[in-house]
């Protein structure tokens, strides 16, 4: 390991952060960082190794407050406790627990039967937005799976503000730790709790086709040990599918207005479609990075890493691995091994919701190429950066010319 620093919290790296992580990748592919006070990895090969090993466990998300003094972190503890009761801060046989649960809602058969869902949505959000400048962030990409994860959870419709707002608090838990930011993260945690009992309580009475109803089920076998457990999860579930689609669908298009050649092969072949989601999933996907603690130490070339030391695993970097995807930097909607990217993670911590979001993402694309003959980028996107390793669109104003 080499003894070059390399400063991963510059606010300013959002533009600049694939290039931070090539230099990681060919010249400190395992970099203890002091900043981040563990170990980053770089190289697809290690991070799809360690996510396939079944010796690591999720690092709690409520890390952040325990490092803060401690009147600060008693004033977060309902925040701390709600966060420990997510399927990924729940250990390896509670995380197994869970996800059983969870699976009977996320099959193949239940996703496709949102696929009208899906449209019917997008084409309400399509007929509200003025026909020429769209903000695409604010007015379509945070909006339409907020609309999909109310229906999954029996959230009435009208809600949708809510839904955003109660999950840009909760994403404010992974990229900040100021006492006051976390306060209203708090705030925002205990609101929605008020918000969803009673739906809890409904789906009690007359249980309905959706996940809510899944989980009381599952709590009434035993499954699910008790209703926090069932609100804690649905906090995770609001943020996991709005935030992470959301980011998807505008990084996506961004990518796909950057490269017209690569639009107008799409339109010419939409056949490729599901090709090229899996494609911007690995050239710019939702998240950068997750973190992993080790149960027991590990070595890799020839760095130790203690038992319990925090591991980030870069998806963003192995994605752009030129190990595994030639000219990586180049986004190629023909890409034959674009469905190698690691995006929605592999193994034991494979993400749930890898369908529904592939789903979300192709009936938008294929809904704005067909309705619209011309998508145009209005002015220069501001990316931010969110440590580490993820990064953003503060906005994304497009002009839309509808089809004849």
Known sequence: MSARTYDVLNPNLGPDLYALLERLRRDDPVHRSEQLRGVVLTRHADVQGLLRDGKLISANASARIQRLPPEQRDSLAPLAAWVSRWITCAGPEGHARLQSVLGRYF?????????????????????RVAPAEVEVIKELTHPFPATIIAHMLGIPPGNDEHIHGWSENITRLFTHNDHEQLLRTQSSVAEM??????????RREEPRDDLLSVLVKAQAEGLVVDEDEILANCGLLLFAGHETTARLLVHG????????????????????????????LRFDGPAGTIVRISLTPLTIDDVTIAAGEPVFLCLAAANRDGAVFAEPDRFDITRANARKNLAFGTGLFYCLG?????????VFFETLLRRYSRIEALDPSEWLYFPPFNRGLARYRVRLTPAA
């Open 107 to 127: 099959t193949p058969r239940t996703v496709e039967s949102l696929r009208p869902v899906a449209q019917a949505n997008l084409d309400a959000l399509l007929a």
């Open 253 to 280: 298009l961004k990518a796909l207005l950057e490269h017209p050649e690569q639009l107008a092969a799409l339109r010419e072949q939409p056949s490729l479609r599901a090709n090229a989601i899996e494609e911007m």
């Open 354 to 362: 890898a369908a529904l979001a592939r789903m979300e993402a192709d």
């Open 193 to 202: 709790l008020d918000f969803m009992r009673p739906l809890i309580a409904a």
